[in-house]
């Protein structure tokens, strides 16, 4: 997985737990296994049920957080978050949870996804007289509370969050409380678990396996969740709209030990190789080779479908550290290098097939295939499980603006030639469906696809600010 340098960023990840003495070291684990969402900053804020305890910095999670603060950080419950690395709006000021101390009550939220309206919003809000200190949707979101004519509480965060539209993701905490919910659409997951009597939310349920917590269900689109001393209130913020869940969760972004509503990532991406294999039936290569990591499933999935052996044919170097805040284009370079080798008595004299996830600008296609061949390759086929990404994501994954999007304005044969591929080939969206394994049409919905199709789930705003303008 080349995200930093692909131009394809992650989003965020969030986990919470409660009713467990251990919440801070517990969610520490929980972002351990949620780092690949977000690699700029991680932070955890727990309650001990009298006031809320902040823990945050920038960058990795084991470099913000230390056995010292951890203990310092005693509650029975906690919120947690990984960011992603934005092109602006760095600083610790960005990192969430973000907490706000008010008189009427100190909270916490940390946010996955992306408001659509949040500009709307925010214009309504400073006519009436709110100030913001950032540009952050999250920020949004306490203002609409903060401003609720509606009582109590409960009834404030429904309010504010029938108001949004887009994607979100999120947990609130207060000292006595843990707020979750998810978007009406549910454009991102969200899952529910159990820890013995303690209740943890994630992202993803690879955050649940490496605590040792109990899968119990996804969070519904539409549903919010009231968890306090006295257990869990299940309720609804807004009707569930048509169900759309980001359909690269599955290509690229999710770990493949995670199951996003009821479906394995791993198997997912292995039906995409056997779609795509299917697809180009006949090809006729010697080896079949998976760009690390988020590839390695659907090479895997090509190889047994098309009978071509699969084989470690590019090794990522796991310990060259964070490259991808190099930003000009010969560190750029340098950065692929370090990240990826290719294995010469694999490659040399073969036609390869290297299967991939998603072409977004290119680059990093075009060097990967050209590393294969100065290794000797004699062919190289590139396999796309995906299809044409030709529309930008409004909803918390950065894909650029649709100029920086190859297939935006590009055929699939001058992709071809510009990434130097001997063929190219896309799964097309019908096979992507059926690998997903979900229900899915334009009218009942099921998946968003709209960075491929154009067809977006919600309403798109004129001020709609794209992911990589802003905050995760
Ligand atoms: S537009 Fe693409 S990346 Fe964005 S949510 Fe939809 S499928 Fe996911």
Redesign the pocket.
């Known amino acids: 997985m080349l995200t930093e340098i692909r131009g394809l960023n992650e989003e965020c990840g969030v986990f919470g737990i409660w009713g467990h003495t251990d919440s801070a070291q517990l969610s520490y684990y929980g972002l351990h296994a949620l780092q690949h969402r977000g690699q700029e900053g991680a932070g955890i804020v727990v309650t001990d049920g009298t006031k809320l305890h902040p823990v945050k910095g920038e960058g990795l999670v084991n470099d913000v957080f230390n056995e010292e603060k951890l203990r310092a950080a005693t509650g029975h419950a906690a919120i947690a978050h990984v960011r992603y690395p934005t092109a602006g709006g760095s600083g610790i000021e960005n990192v969430q949870p973000l907490l706000f101390r008010s008189s009427t009550g100190s909270l916490a939220i940390a946010h996955n996804g992306n408001l659509v309206n949040a500009n709307h919003l925010k214009q309504h809000l400073e006519r009436s007289g709110s100030i913001f200190n950032s540009t952050s949707d999250t920020e949004v979101v306490i203002h609409l509370i903060k401003k609720s004519s509606y009582s109590p509480f409960r009834e404030k965060v429904k309010n504010a969050l029938s108001l949004l539209k887009g ?1 979100f993701s999120l947990m609130i905490l207060t000292k006595d409380m843990m707020v979750v919910a998810r978007d009406r659409n549910g ?1 991102r997951p969200l899952a529910l678990g159990k820890l013995g009597d303690a209740y943890v939310v994630a992202s993803e349920t690879c955050a649940f396996d490496l605590i040792g917590a109990e899968y119990v269900r996804d969070v519904e689109p539409g549903e919010i969740l009231f968890i306090t001393n006295n257990g869990i209130e299940v309720d609804s913020f807004a009707p569930a709209d048509k169900r ?1 869940m ?4 599955y290509v690229y972004f999710a770990r493949p030990d995670s199951n996003i509503d009821g479906v394995n990532v791993h198997m997912a991406r292995k039906r995409m190789g056997r779609e795509l294999a299917r697809e180009v039936a006949g090809i006729e290569a010697d080896v079949v080779t998976g760009v690390p990591d988020s590839s390695l499933s659907s090479a895997i999935g090509f190889a047994e479908e098309s009978g071509i052996p699969y084989e470690l044919g590019l090794i990522k170097n796991r310990y060259v550290g964070r490259t991808f805040i190099q930003p000009t284009q010969e560190l750029r370079e340098r950065g692929v290098k370090m990240k990826l080798s290719p294995v010469v008595q694999v490659v040399k004299g073969k036609r390869v097939v290297m299967v991939d996830d998603s072409i977004v600008r290119g680059t990093t296609s075009r060097r990967i295939v050209r590393m294969l061949k100065e290794a000797g390759a004699a062919e190289v086929h590139v396999m796309i499980t995906s299809p044409p ?1 030709t ?7 950065d ?1 650029s603006t649709s100029e920086q999007l190859i297939a935006s304005s590009h055929s699939i044969e001058q992709i071809r030639d510009a990434i130097g591929a001997d063929t190219l080939t896309f799964l097309t969206v019908d096979g992507m469906v059926r690998a997903t394994a979900r229900p899915f049409d334009d009218e009942e919905g099921g ?6 199709t154009g067809k ?2 919600t309403e798109i705003f004129p001020d709609t600010v794209l992911p990589h303008e802003k905050d995760c």
């Open positions: 994607a454009l759309a980001c359909a690269m969760e990404m529309n930008p994501c409004f909803y918390g994954i894909t998946l968003c696809m709209a960075c491929f977006y789930p």
